[in-house]
């Protein structure tokens, strides 16, 4: 089993990692050819960044639109976050890192563990709305409750294994840091792990890629100068100049 | 009430979120191009071409190779329903499809059959499905119900902007040859004649001239209406219907009169006698930028060292966000003043130096709100500032009556709604859209009239003034309700040398 699970994360990072940095480089590389910032927006580059700041960690589009979208939406995924770093601890060891790093793994430890009821919590509030709000149930696919499904048993087994049946953590990191451990057959682990695999492979080619999108959206990240300023893309330059 | 052939929605306290209903929307149609000349005089097959499918799906992978925005749009939606509720034409229609999202999905269930892996592989999973005919005829009903108004673009965590996807539509249809009579007729017009109207220029000028003539009438003065004077200070380019639609036509002799005021000499051009690009509703870049030209060119032939655009919402996206783009570098111009600069600009510059003998009271039959233009809100600026498009144009309104409220704050700034015509919507066929599209607009209205007394509304586009106009009496009101800005700036303006009842003293009009 541990030989199976080796090979699935394996490719699973390689598709994650691959995958998303075409992704990244698709985004990067296709222009811009207009000015298309939703105003009122920043003049300046600081301001952007602030914008965007603003955008990623408190979203701020979608407080103004929806607060129970975005009560569920935020909580989810700042759970998320605090229980991403506190699993760092499984992938790294101490004397790896400087010791700020570590400290602070150390400390986001307890509050991880509770985040992930936040996690879930978000996720059934998210998963509720798709179901109950006709509009919204209208646009959904099957894939996007699907998605919802997903995180949902991840975090659960995750949650399990925190405070339910413990599974032996000391052969995980020690498979993961590749020590020779041997993964434990606990049943929520196995669901665990199979779901984050299925995850990392899905994301470069699914609507998880609004993670690197939110970074390359030009009506948030442009900067609002067009008359101070001249933008112009290669394409558009070259049909200025066949045609004058 | 006027009459109609649909239901016409009534107004209620408020605009409440509807449940959905397919397919309420899906008969309206407005008219596709029937004179081949409409399409081929834009660069685009005269009819439907016979390949069609593939060479939409061609296009469709052209653009997102050339608009990030296209290709991160498509990618980057997790269905949230965030938009679901913010479309005008949602609220009133209760057609799924005329939710943003549900628009867009129209365009992004093709790209993703066709362009993602899961798409290919997992239709059924990710919503994608084949292009269809039914789908590229659900394509054009539904695009062309979509005014590219951008208030979904402010409500979406990724800041997904449906007109952005619209627009790429929109160039699909028009480059396999399946066009929008309203649109494609007008810009070829442009290309011919110099405005949307199809206005000659002796016409232009006949017009004009009778505005001189009102003008010595009415106050004795010889307020100029100049067209095509070489060597002017400013260029203004001015929506045609400036030229003469109620109420758009009180807003240029307002432009008028601040011009004489100010002292400085400007004039208007019979090649680029229209500030509206319709090159964007279409999403063509091409179509775009050779209706921008006849702006530059114009500048040049005349020499002029300014350019100042009138009252006009979706003309002035494309002068303040896209004109430097499109027909800069504008190097040759006084670069001690923005390129373009709007007509509100220009009028508040010259109330705050003083420059201007206002009587307010002139105005006092009114009570005044003012009407957000959407793509004034939501896709520009004036002034220095973020927002300044909000605060200059209630500036010069606040500078010239006494008496003004804002409607609903959720209703103004960047929430504003758009009137239901904008974005190529402004046409007779489409009249039950325009309709339902204004209802959030005259709810808002009709709430300010009641509960604050507002008598008129004031608003800084050509597209806003002629849709209120046509929809206002749907609903009860009268269609002169809406008045342009600078009509209220003409209404307060005390002409120097102006003649008053009973004395002949001359005004001085320096603080």
């Known amino acids: 089993m541990s030989f199976f699970f080796a090979l699935l994360f394996i490719l699973a990072s390689l598709v994650f990692v691959v995958g998303l940095t075409l992704k990244i480089i698709q985004y990067a590389k296709t222009p811009v050819?207009?000015?298309?910032?939703?105003?009122?927006?920043?003049?300046?580059?600081?301001?952007?960044?602030?914008?965007?700041?603003?955008?990623?960690?408190?979203?701020?589009?979608?407080?103004?639109?929806?607060?129970?979208?975005?009560?569920?939406?935020?909580?989810?995924?700042?759970?998320?976050?605090?229980v991403l770093i506190r699993h760092l601890r499984y992938f790294i060891e101490p004397d790896a890192v400087p010791a700020v790093v570590w400290t602070l793994i150390e400390l986001v430890q307890p509050f991880g563990m509770y985040a992930g009821f936040g996690m879930v919590l978000g996720l059934v509030g998210l998963f509720l709305r798709r179901v109950l709000v006709d509009r919204v149930r209208y646009i959904s696919a099957p894939s996007d409750y699907l998605m919802l499904l997903m995180l949902g048993f991840i975090g659960f087994s995750g949650l399990m294994m925190t405070f339910v049946v413990h599974t032996d953590i000391v052969a995980i990191k020690q498979f993961f840091?590749?020590?020779?451990?041997?993964?434990?057959?606990?049943?929520?682990?196995?669901?665990?792990?199979?779901?984050?695999?299925l995850l990392m492979l899905i994301f470069p080619f699914s609507k998880l890629l609004h993670v690197p999108g939110i970074f390359f959206s030009p009506t948030r990240n442009q900067v609002d100068n067009p008359r101070e300023k001249r933008h112009i893309v290669p394409w558009a330059k070259a049909l200025e100049e066949e045609q004058n | 009430m006027a009459k109609a052939e649909f239901d016409v929605p009534e107004l209620q306290e408020y605009v409440d979120v509807p449940e959905v209903e397919e397919g309420t929307m899906a008969h309206v149609k407005s008219f596709v191009v029937t004179k081949p000349e409409h399409n081929t005089d834009l660069g685009f097959p005269g009819e439907l071409v016979e390949d069609w499918h593939d060479k939409a799906l061609e296009k469709l992978d052209d653009l997102r190779g050339r608009y990030r925005s296209l290709q991160v749009f498509l990618d980057a939606c997790v269905k949230c329903g965030s938009c679901t509720d913010k479309c005008q034409y949602f609220l009133s229609t209760k057609d799924p499809k005329n939710m943003p999202v549900g628009r867009q999905?129209?365009?992004?269930?093709?790209?993703?059959?066709?362009?993602t892996f899961a798409g290919k592989y997992f239709p059924k999973l990710v919503g994608a499905e084949d292009l269809t005919r039914e789908t590229l005829d659900d394509w054009y009903n539904y695009y062309h119900q979509c005014s590219q108004c951008r208030r979904c673009s402010v409500f979406c965590p990724y800041g997904i902007d449906t007109a952005e996807i619209s627009m790429a539509a929109r160039e699909i249809l028009d480059s396999i040859g399946y066009g929008q009579k309203y649109c494609n007729e007008i810009i070829a017009k442009v290309h011919k004649i110099g405005n949307n109207l199809g206005l000659p220029g002796p016409a232009i000028e006949n017009t004009l001239e009778g505005l001189e003539e009102d003008m010595v009438d009415d106050f004795g003065v010889e307020v100029k209406f100049p067209l095509d004077v070489k060597g002017a200070e400013v260029l203004l380019v001015t929506p045609s219907a400036d030229f003469f639609v109620e109420p758009h036509v009180d807003g240029l002799i307002g432009y008028g009169k601040v011009f004489h005021e100010a002292g400085i000499s400007w004039t208007m051009?019979?090649?680029?006698?229209?500030?509206?690009n319709f090159g964007m509703f279409i999403g063509s870049?091409?179509?775009?930028?050779?209706?921008?030209?006849?702006?530059?060119?114009?500048?040049?032939?005349?020499?002029?060292?300014?350019?100042?655009?009138?009252?006009?919402?979706?003309?002035?996206?494309?002068?303040?966000?896209?004109?430097?783009?499109?027909?800069?570098?504008?190097?040759?111009?006084?670069?001690?003043?923005?390129?373009?600069?709007?007509?509100?600009?220009?009028?508040?510059?010259?109330?705050?130096?003083?420059?201007?003998?206002?009587?307010?009271?002139?105005?006092?039959?009114?009570?005044?709100?003012?009407h957000d233009s959407c793509n004034v809100a939501r896709a520009t600026r004036m002034g220095d500032k973020p927002g300044g498009q909000f605060e200059i144009p209630r500036n010069v309104i606040k500078a010239v009556c006494n008496n003004y409220v804002d409607m609903h704050q959720d209703t103004i700034g960047e929430k504003t709604f758009c009137c239901g015509g904008g974005g190529g919507l402004l046409t007779d066929d489409l009249m039950e859209t325009r309709v339902n599209g204004a209802v959030p607009r005259m709810t808002a209205l009709q709430n300010a009239m009641n509960e604050k007394g507002v008598t008129h509304m004031a608003a800084i586009c050509a597209i806003c003034k002629s849709q209120f106009t046509k929809v206002l009496p749907y609903f009860g009101m009268e269609m002169d309700q809406i008045?342009?800005?600078?009509?209220?700036?003409?209404?307060?303006?005390?002409?120097?040398?102006?003649?008053?009842?009973?004395?002949?003293?001359?005004?001085?009009?320096?603080?």
């Open chain 1, 33 to 82: 050819p207009l000015k298309i910032v939703t105003t009122p927006a920043p003049v300046t580059k600081s301001g952007v960044v602030l914008r965007m700041f603003r955008e990623v960690v408190f979203f701020e589009s979608l407080f103004k639109s929806t607060k129970w979208t975005w009560i569920f939406s935020w909580v989810f995924h700042m759970a998320l976050l605090l």
């Open chain 1, 177 to 197: 840091t590749f020590n020779g451990g041997q993964l434990p057959a606990d049943f929520p682990l196995i669901i665990h792990l199979s779901l984050v695999a």
């Open chain 2, 105 to 115: 999905d129209l365009l992004r269930k093709v790209y993703r059959r066709y362009f």
């Open chain 2, 269 to 276: 051009s019979t090649t680029a006698s229209e500030a509206g």
């Open chain 2, 285 to 370: 870049y091409e179509n775009m930028r050779r209706v921008a030209l006849r702006v530059r060119e114009a500048a040049l032939e005349l020499g002029v060292k300014r350019i100042v655009f009138g009252e006009c919402g979706h003309a002035w996206r494309v002068a303040y966000a896209f004109l430097n783009t499109l027909a800069g570098p504008f190097d040759f111009l006084d670069p001690d003043y923005p390129v373009p600069q709007h007509i509100c600009e220009f009028t508040d510059d010259l109330i705050k130096e003083g420059r201007l003998n206002l009587d307010k009271s002139q105005n006092d039959d009114m009570v005044l709100t003012f």
């Open chain 2, 483 to 511: 008045v342009s800005v600078h009509q209220l700036v003409g209404n307060a303006l005390i002409l120097t040398t102006q003649k008053s009842e009973g004395d002949d003293e001359e005004q001085e009009n320096d603080d």
